[in-house]
């Protein structure tokens, strides 16, 4: 073994030697289970004196002479079980006396209620399903550090219950996503991974090797542009639940990897994409908490339908103080910007500063459901120009306790215009932006045929996890964030 063995393995790895010196096989074959822990408990009357069989992890263990008693806990929870000497008879109650916190047991028996009123097994067999080589978490202080539970997942599912619950939850959320999708006659498609082209949003990408066809590969960064490519071709209502890949920052909100679901409808516009956001958000809440008011925080948040709309000018102009109405050139945007103390790069745009003092000052001021809406054309390079102000397109982004969830389009389908702003994207990749966007020629090939009008949406599944179950972070809902390798 490449690591030091602890006194407590050592002692563990005696026991199994003895465990196979008296024939029995310490990793066992599978086990008919017939109950489970939280089911036995709840139908506790209909069941006293009926033969039972579990499996579980033993997490406690109390012995008395020729009694003990000890927690057995499967995927439903815990429940107590009572074993005897004179029920399992000599040799097997020394086997049990061999077993440690952590194995995994199976057992037949009856249940009953002890003198305390706790409802019990009675174990009238047992059977050493896989033995435990490591001791779990000491039981006062379980396993709290935050870095070793990312790492240890199983080992965090194993001590924290409220952990697994919140995978549960996560679960539930994405089955209901799917349920409202699929009842709305959408079409759940596939669409690949690997892209020999980064597209469809604005993020530097991880790059890969096909060794065969000699040829450089991007994990995809969005799934938009080929859900696009289905618009065109007949495929009316679409969407997409699955990973994506973005060479970024870790935060409490930021994972390189997650989860998003993109939606797309012909003959919609983003006004539609609003109604199917707020809907599609507090119908899965209502489905999985029982309710459209939950608690993030601390704080109550009320999901419930229309939810309020502003303008991403009149949003800054309400919480940074400033009017772009009135600020018309770049020059004035950043002197403005400088001002209120933001770093800006040399060269930046009207829009692009906007969105920069929108993200500092006013993001964190949106706790309850909010749309942004009408986003600047420098930040949009996919939506669709106003046709009141070109300067700024059909866009909206959802927040919710200060962070965006949704982001939405009337989508561009002018082929001409689609192309000149992929060249301003390639000029911007040129002048060292790795996150611009590529100039896709099969994707502009497609619009040239046509697509119809389209709204499309995307809403990052983790993060609006995270929101719903009131974790803290992100990586409290992944269930293997990214981690950076132990020395």
Known sequence: MSESVSEQEIVRRQKLAKLKELGIEPYGEKYQVTHCATDVIGRFVALEGQPLLLAGRLMTIRTHGKASFANLQDES?????YLRLDDLGEKNYMIFELLDMGDIIGVSGEAFRTRRGEVTVAVKEFRLLAKSLRPLPEKWHGLTSVDLRYRQRYLDL??????????ILRSRIVQEIRNYLNGLAFLEVETPVMHTLTGGASARPFITHHNALEMQLYLRIATELHLKRLIVGGMDKVYELGRIFRNEGISTRHNPEFTSVEIYQAQADYLDMMILTEELVSTVAQKVFGTMKLLFQGTEMDLTPPWPRMTMVAAIKQFAGIDFNEIITDEDARSVAVEKGLTIKPGMLRGEVMNEIFEEFVENRLFQPTFIVDYPLEVSPLAKRKTDDPSMTYRFEAFMACSEIANAFTELNDPLDQRQRFEW?????EAGDEEAQMLDEDFLHSL???MPPTGGLGIGIDRLVMILTDSPS???????PTMRPRD
């Not at 929870?77 to 079980?81: A, D, H, L, P, W």
């Open 77 to 81: 929870g815990q429940i107590q079980i």
């Open 425 to 429: 994207q390639m000029a911007k990749r």
């Open 158 to 167: 194993i001590v924290n219950p409220d952990v697994k619950k919140v995978f």
């Open 448 to 450: 040239e045929y046509g």
């Open 474 to 480: 992100i990586r409290d809902v992944i269930l293997f």
